[in-house]
Nanobody
Framework: QVQLMESGGGLVQAGGSLRLSCTASGRIPSGIIVGAWYRQAPGQERELVASITAGGHTDYAETVKGRFSISRDVNWRMVYLQMNNLKPEDTAVYSC?????????WGQGTQVTVSS
């Protein structure tokens, strides 16, 4: 099965930047359809932050448009989330997801904390 691991989280001041990485390992049974980043703050529901399809289409949550950018490598081994102009309300655990034909895979998450 596919295993995902996030990295790149940490503590940053408001206005700063971070780049999150999602690394896929293990056997990929079929082509990846979509990769995505989600986030969840304490006591809040998990929300979709950004996604990218095999065709290159990207989509973003309204709260991060113009600040975040999702990208991937050619063989879907890596999915990135570049986060610029970070705000305290961006503080959350960020998790990546990849979807192939008939299955979806999740990482364990990485903490992002933005201080005022």
């Amino acid at each position: 099965q596919v295993q995902l691991m996030e990295s790149g989280g940490g503590l940053v001041q408001a206005g700063g930047s971070l780049r999150l990485s999602c690394t896929a390992s293990g056997r990929i049974p079929s082509g990846i359809i979509v990769g995505a980043w989600y986030r969840q703050a304490p006591g809040q529901e998990r929300e979709l932050v950004a996604s990218i399809t095999a065709g290159g289409h990207t989509d973003y949550a309204e709260t991060v448009k113009g600040r975040f950018s999702i990208s991937r490598d050619v063989n879907w081994r890596m999915v990135y989330l570049q986060m610029n102009n970070l705000k305290p309300e961006d503080t959350a655990v960020y998790s990546c997801k990849m979807v192939n034909r008939g299955a979806q895979y999740w990482g364990q998450g990485t903490q992002v904390t933005v201080s005022s």
